[in-house]
Each structure stands twice: as C-alpha cells, then as structure tokens.
C-alpha cells in the first residue's frame, strides 16, 4: 500500500513538471513577451456586485459631476433601467457637463437609434463603435473585434470598471425576462488608477476621431453626424494634444488627467492597476496576468467566468496548480445562455477534473461575472471572458487589485452564491459530455480565431 501511494505521488510530481515544461515553452513561443501590470499604490477600490449595487452608484456620480463624464460600455439598452442612466446622462449635459458616450455597434445595435434621438441635442457626444450594417459583415475580420469594456470616468477622480452593462439585471436580450438577476461584478475605483482607465478611454475616443475607420458605410449611425466635418475633428485633435494624447505631445502624461483627480490621490491604501486588452501591444496582457497570478498561487485559486474555452496555457496553468495542492474552484455557467459557449467549456472538463480542478456550475439565474481570487489576496475584476473572443480579439479592461479585504470580499460574495452551483462529478461529466464533443469545439475555435484574425499560440 506505501509503496502504490508512493507510486501515485511520483506520477503527480512527473505530471505536474511535465504541465510546467510545456506552459513555459508556449509561453516562450506564443509571439508576446508577458506584460506585468502597471501597479500603483494608493488607491480605495469597492465592489458593486450586479446592477443593483453599480446603477445607483453611476447615477448619483453623474448627478454630482462637474466637468466631465466618459463612458464605454458593449451594451446600452433601452429597457426602463436603461434609458433612467440615459436621462441622467442627459440632465448632466443640460448643466454643462462634457458628456462623451461610446457604444459597441453589435452589442448595442437594437438601441442604438433610440440613444441617438434620445441624445441629439441634447449635448451628449455619442459615438459607436464598427457599427453593425449587415450579417455580411461575419466574414470580414476586423468586424469581430468588438468594444467589450464596460469604464466610466466622472471629473477624472472616480472611475467604474467591470463586467455589468447598461441593463437591467433581470432582462436578457435573447431570453427575456427572470426572477433572478444575472450575476455580475464591478468596481468604484478612487486613485491614481483612475488616471490610467481615463488615458485609456481618451486613447480609443482619438484613435476612433482621427481614423474615422469605424464610420465607413455609414447611413444613418450617429457618428457621422459627430465627426463628419474637418474642423470638428481638427478640433478634437488639438485638444486631445494638449492633453499629451498625441504622440511626440511634450506636455507629461499627468497632464492627460484634470487636477481633479488630485483629490482622490490618497484614497486609500490598497495597491491595484489596470489591465488592458488591444490589438496593438497588449494582445494577450490580460491572459498572461490571469497566468501570472495562478503559477503563483500557492494555496487557493476561485475563478468565475460564463464563457469559459482558455488556451493551453492558461489550462495547464489551471491544472499545474491543482497538481501541486492547490485549492482550483471554477464558477461556470448551468444556465447557458449561448449553447454553443456551453459546449466549448464542457469540452474541457474532464481534463480539467482529473487533475484535480473543482467545476461547479451556476444554476440559479445567468452568470455574467469575469472574477477571479487567488491565495485570498489577488483579485480581478473586469469585462475578459476566458475564450478566445476576449483573449484574442476584443477590446477588454480589467482591474486587478493586491489586498486581501478587497479579495476576500469578493470571495465571500462567490462562495455565497456557490450555493446554487452544482459540483460536477464523474456521473455528471459522463451525462453531459459526449464523446465528440472535444474534436469539433477544437476545429470550431482554430476556425474562429483564424477569421477572427487572431494571433499568436493559443
């Protein structure tokens, strides 16, 4: 019996080298080197766990802003909780406010006539972003990289950050309405922080008026209207460059944040940073730092995500860690709002499972969150799935936070709510994942990632 237990144990610590090897070969040969966040100390950041906690905390920032309000967000909707955050955009640019709004052309498309009358004249700048024309668009590369962020900036000195749109928590475009919110997670972020998720938003606000690429073909989409003439894009221009937003600009990049956000300098003490994804120089920043944190780990890792098909990487990263001890929980989805998204994770669970991951499925209401928790100290919260649309392709942000009452907070919040998960077990993989349906999600994804236009290993 010693003997076969130490057997067994010799195996594991093989398994567990041999997952290490391979996870920093591809790291090696994935065509980016890693990039560590840019960490700054000082900063207070809150969690607003689902709608019911972030709606009222935008509303009364907005009611009491003074100078500006930047907005990005995948969807806008015009349900009745919707359109009550337009008008408080509205009323804030009736008192003066600089109201700049920018939304995902597919993500936003069934609202995005309405917002546009809703703002007209109003005073709020309103732009969307690659503009949804027709299904003929699918197979045009650059239309898959969509707007996934969901950021707010009000007077440079608190900024929201997360994985909640601008809609109901109990209504879902496709399936309607349900007596249980989605579960989703975002934060209110006072700091130096908020100076870097502002640059970001002025960033792509330039990159979209100098281009004017997303407004191509356009009919009737707001964005001409906005950008259409020459002085109002030269406009934007200067002010963008004396903001230091151009390059070769010589005013510092302390000057691309009002002295507002002075204010809110000592917010706090907790030690946090900002996580982009871009088709640019940060292609795989936010997997290398969900990677980054979990080879780490050393005593416990909670992740939740809906739509869940990570790369080989990022999976034996996963499974390393549960081989050397390590506590892996995964919150995924039950209740599939896309069945294909619910295929593709199901796929890779019984690898998963036997290296000691613990999957649990969310059964109560749909789960939206893009969390994560490891050793009760690190935290993510942002709008990244761990598939390859968030990893390859979207525009993402996430905020990732170094403070254990941050962290253990939204590990309570999780583990209340694993309550209605239900675990996966050896009967329950066997009932729900047929033999096929690894090599057909695996052709599907290389497929996607290919027209998608994705680069690199994944």
Known sequence: MARSRRR????????????????????????????????????????????????????????????????????????????????????????????????????????????????????????????????????????????????????????????????????????????????????????????????????????????????????????PRLLGSRQQRRSYLQELRAAGMLPGSRVGRQAAVSPAAAVAADAGAQRAALVLRDNLLRRRAIEHCYVQAIDSASESVLLACPYFYPGQAFRASLKAAALRGVSVDLLLQGRADYRAAAWAAQALYRELIESGVRIHEYQRAYLHGKVAVVDGRWATVGSSNIDPLSLLVNREANVVVEDAAFAQALAGHLRQHMYWALPIDARRLRSRVAWWTRPLVAFAARLFIALAGGTGRY
Not at 46 to 66: D, H, I, N, V
Request: aromatic share 10%; hydrophobic share 45%; charged share 25%.
């Open 8 to 223: 067994a144990g010799r195996g594991s610590l093989r398994a567990w080298w041999r997952l290490n090897l391979r996870a920093w070969r591809r790291r090696r040969t994935d065509g980016e080197r890693p990039v560590r966040p840019a960490w700054r100390d000082g900063n207070r950041v809150e969690l607003l766990p689902l709608g019911a906690a972030l709606f009222p905390a935008l509303k009364q920032a907005w009611a009491q802003a003074r100078s500006s309000i930047w907005l990005e967000t995948y969807i806008f909707h015009t349900d009745p909780g919707g359109l009550e955050l337009a008008q408080s955009l509205v009323q804030a640019a009736a008192r003066g406010v600089q109201v700049r709004v920018m939304v995902d052309g597919l993500g936003s498309n069934r609202s995005m006539a309405e917002l546009d009358r809703l703002f007209a004249g109003a005073g709020v700048e309103f732009m969307v972003y690659r503009p949804w024309r027709r299904w003929l668009d699918l197979l045009q590369r650059g239309h898959w990289r969509r707007l996934h962020r969901k950021m707010c900036v009000v007077d440079a000195s608190v900024a929201f950050v997360g994985g909640i749109n601008l809609i109901d928590d109990h209504f879902d475009i496709h399936h309607g309405w349900s007596s249980h919110p989605r579960l989703d997670y975002a934060v209110r972020v006072q700091g130096p922080v908020v100076a870097q998720v502002l640059r970001s938003m002025r960033r792509l606000w330039l990159r979209t008026v100098a281009t004017g690429s997303v407004q191509r073909g356009l009919r009737d989409a707001p964005g």
